[in-house]
């Protein structure tokens, strides 16, 4: 059964310093990938996609991501974190299974420390 | 461009009440999912809509049901709501039925 995984639950970050959040993910097939970002209260903003082609992959607000079919991850990075990237991200695979959906992991709360 | 729009954003119900919870799909969009986020968790898939059909379900029971209208707008129902109904309604259109999604910035519901 797909599933995704995002193993860490809550992320402490000191402002300028880089970040990954990891994202394992299990499907058949090659899979769409998302990274959505929450902001407390909110909906849920698309960061960044994977759906073929180069692994890595540039998103808004300077975040980027790398497909590794290898490791089935899908894992999230920035290279200095501002205040404002204080959120709830979430990683999601996309699949077509009767009917196109997304599968969420249960999120990764990203905390930023002035 | 009008992004996806829900409404409304916070509402309270008594258990065993039904409620309808809307949603108006991205211009140029024909698809519309909704999705359950229950507090500390992920989003959960509850169905489909595609050209005013359901066009896939997740594992949510009956007294959930849907509706899309003709200009692609969508409606969730609830009917006798449970305490664990209390959560985030994520309504999300795209351009097809496999495309990527785009989110509304949700419902908020509580069941007292």
């Known amino acids: 059964a797909q599933s995704v995984t995002q193993p860490d639950i809550h992320i402490t970050v000191s402002e300028g310093a880089s970040l990954e959040l990891r994202c394992n993910y299990s499907?058949?097939?090659?899979?769409?990938l998302f990274w959505y970002v929450q902001s407390p209260g909110q909906g849920l903003q698309l960061l960044l996609k994977?759906?073929?082609?180069?692994?890595l992959v540039q998103g808004i607000k300077g975040f980027e991501a790398e497909f590794k079919r290898s490791q089935s991850s899908f894992n999230l990075r920035k290279p200095s974190v501002h205040w404002s990237d204080a959120a709830e991200y979430f990683c999601a695979v996309g699949f077509t299974s009767g009917t196109y959906k997304y599968i969420f992991g249960t999120g990764t709360r990203l905390k930023v420390l002035a | 461009e009008t992004g996806v729009t829900q409404s409304p954003t916070h509402l309270i119900k008594t258990r065993g009440q039904q409620v309808t919870l809307r949603c108006s799909s991205q211009s140029g969009h024909n698809t519309v999912s909704w999705y359950q986020q229950a507090l500390g968790q992920g989003p959960q898939f509850i169905f489909q809509?595609?050209?005013?059909?359901?066009?896939g379900r997740g594992n949510f029971p009956p007294r959930f049901s849907g509706l899309q209208f003709p200009n692609y707008s969508s409606e969730l129902n609830v009917n006798a709501l449970e305490l664990d109904d209390s959560a985030l309604y994520l309504c999300?259109?795209?351009?097809?039925?496999?495309?990527?999604?785009?989110f509304g910035q949700g419902t908020r519901l509580t069941v007292v």
């Open positions: 809509y595609y050209r005013e059909e359901e066009n």
């Open positions: 999300a259109s795209s351009r097809t039925e496999n495309t990527e999604a785009f």
């Open positions: 499907y058949g097939a090659t899979p769409y």
């Open positions: 994977y759906f073929s082609g180069d692994t």
